[in-house]
């Protein structure tokens, strides 16, 4: 079992860039494929990205590719969510989520979940 807490979130103008961090506790980070989902009023919870235990694999969901960068520093007990050039549409809760297995793009497997944090996008 793994807790996860999300921190970064905030107010920004469009084409803007925020950082979020999650911080892990416990010592099996490192063995947790994590990522970021994000779910805005009215929609599901959709993912936005996912990182492998060792960072070689990383999915980006459409919407994100070549604005959005995750990573994760495992001496630290941390993953990041870069976003640059945001947009309104990325308005959002932001969810950290780990998952007991190497690598996952599927929602379902990641069973650990943050609390969240608000990102608002103004236009």
């Known amino acids: 079992q793994v807790q996860l807490v999300e921190s970064g979130g905030g107010v920004v103008q469009a084409g803007g860039s925020l950082r979020l961090s999650c911080i892990a506790s416990g010592r099996t980070f490192s063995t947790y494929a994590m990522g970021w989902f994000r779910q805005a009023p009215g929609n599901e919870r959709e993912v936005v990205a996912t990182?492998?235990?060792?960072?070689?694999?990383?999915f980006y969901a459409n919407s994100v590719k070549g604005r959005f960068t995750i990573s994760r520093d495992n001496a630290k007990n941390t993953m990041y969510l870069q976003m640059n050039s945001l947009k309104p549409e990325d308005t959002a809760i932001y969810y950290c989520?780990?998952?007991?297995?190497?690598?996952?793009?599927?929602?379902?497997?990641?069973?650990?979940w943050g609390q969240g944090t608000q990102v608002t996008v103004s236009s």
């Open positions: 990182i492998s235990v060792s960072s070689i694999n990383t």
């Open positions: 989520a780990a998952a007991n297995t190497v690598y996952s793009r599927d929602p379902t497997t990641y069973k650990n």
